[in-house]
């Protein structure tokens, strides 16, 4: 028997109206990345930020959205152009310091989040069932690497995108609470600022929580793996000619993803704004505890949706985050990588996934305060971001690295105004710190 092959959403049907709707077969890379967006230290972020501020900080989702989109857009050209991920076109074309300086600040924040987002994972279960957090942590852990390392890679992603559905927990949530929608429109469509430090490192969090470096990694080298898993793809640089395809792929399955993963985050700030905010509940540090606040102002409902998502999320992102180090590191070391390669032909870079698992675990039975970690590290996402922007689109103006599918015209415009949009609110953080 033949194996079933699903077709090439780059490749035109063989015989028309016998296959699925397109859009179904371009999703891939970018709506795993867009839902992978919206992990517990991203729901901690938007829950602290509406029961902080309420539905004045919700206008940073509407703008963040095509910010987002163009950085991981360019991430997946990227990759689809050059068949080399991010790290390994770094380490192809620049000095090698500037590699390994990246992608420490990526293992480094990507530990810290793996961490806070398996502690809020067994917060979560924890509360809706009992028992003790840490076996739940090291419960998450397991499935996660395992999934990673025994699981066929075409299975795994389908996988992945079925997980995806966890994210509609949150629409499901707000459908629960009242929305005062007049107020929501002032707050979405007219920006409010302040020079409040608390506002700054709030902004700085839930950019860093919507343009994460692992997000750019990830993507590049999904893009990789399924140009090698599919024998009618080959790399942008040497086949121009597939390139009009190949980009059109690309727009829509970004576009799409960061567009779910903005709506499901914008869920959550006006459910914690309606709800926690106007309660006068606004100290909430982690996603469970934003799930517990709920449930005495939104009912018990509102809190199983909110906690199932949390853990639906997390068993989505920590794969991302692991998987993301095991790319990174794995190209700068001129490893075999993939997630298509069984394990005993790439055990460096499985290796990696596990121990980048295993040291994400290791957050939680250590002195540094999980809670915390969940919050900081969508802070330390958007200050590191800013490197690993400037020479992502620093690489996409390169005929070498590139040939002819360079990022020019408003792409790269834009991706140039999200990464000063980075920078300034990083520097406003600080500013607002030390003043």
């Known amino acids: 028997m033949v194996a079933k092959v699903d077709p090439d959403p780059e490749q035109p049907d063989p015989v028309v109206g016998t296959s699925k709707p397109r859009l179904l077969k371009v999703l891939g890379p970018g709506l795993i990345t867009g839902a992978a967006d919206d992990d517990p230290s991203g729901i901690a972020t938007y829950s602290q930020a509406g029961a902080q501020l309420g539905f004045s900080i919700t206008w940073t989702m509407l703008f963040s959205y095509p910010l987002m989109a163009a950085v991981q857009e360019i991430s997946a050209r990227i990759g689809r152009t050059t068949g080399h991920g991010i790290a390994g076109n770094l380490s192809r074309y620049y000095p090698k310091w500037i590699s390994y300086a990246l992608v420490t600040l990526l293992l480094i924040a990507n530990v810290i989040n793996i961490g806070a987002d398996l502690g809020a994972m067994g917060d979560a279960l924890g509360l809706l069932i009992g028992g003790k957090t840490a076996v739940y942590v090291v419960m998450f852990a397991i499935v996660s690497a395992f999934l990673q390392i025994f699981l066929k890679y075409t299975r795994y992603v389908s996988v992945l995108k079925w997980m995806t559905l966890s994210l509609f927990a949150y629409f499901g949530t707000v459908m629960t609470v009242h929305i005062p929608w007049g107020e929501f429109a002032r707050g979405f469509f007219l920006p409010s600022f302040s020079w409040d430090a608390s506002f700054w490192t709030t902004v700085v969090a839930i950019l860093g929580t919507t343009i994460s470096p692992y997000l750019f990694f990830w993507q590049a080298s999904q893009e990789v793996e399924d140009e090698e898993t599919r024998p009618t793809r080959s790399p942008l640089k040497t086949n121009p000619e597939q390139a009009k395809r190949a980009i059109h792929r690309i727009k829509e399955d970004t576009y799409v993803g960061m567009g779910f993963s903005s709506l499901v985050a914008l ?8 709800t926690l905010h106007v309660a006068g509940a606004t100290d909430i540090q982690s996603s469970a505890q934003a799930a517990k606040a709920l449930e005495p102002i939104a009912g018990r409902f509102a809190f199983i949706i909110f906690s199932l998502g949390i853990i639906g999320t997390g068993l989505l992102a920590i794969p991302v985050l692991a998987g993301s180090i095991a790319y990174a590191l794995g190209e700068t070391l001129s490893w075999p990588v993939g997630l298509a390669r069984k394990p005993l032909e ?35 996402n958007g200050v590191v971001s800013v490197p690993i922007m400037i020479m992502m689109l620093l690489m996409t103006t390169r005929s070498d690295i590139m040939g002819k599918s360079k990022v020019i015209g408003p792409l790269r415009w834009i991706g140039w105004l999200s990464t000063i949009t980075m920078a300034v609110a990083a520097a406003g953080m600080f500013w607002a710190m030390f003043n």
């Not at 869920?267 to 309606?274: G, P």
């Not at 290796?351 to 590290?377: E, H, M």
Request: avoid cysteine.
């Open 267 to 274: 869920a959550i700030m006006v459910t914690s704004a309606a």
């Open 346 to 380: 790439a055990k460096a870079f499985y290796a990696t996934i596990a121990v980048a698992t295993l040291l994400g675990t290791a957050v939680d039975f250590s002195p540094v305060n999980p809670i915390k970690a969940l919050y900081w590290s969508a802070v330390i």
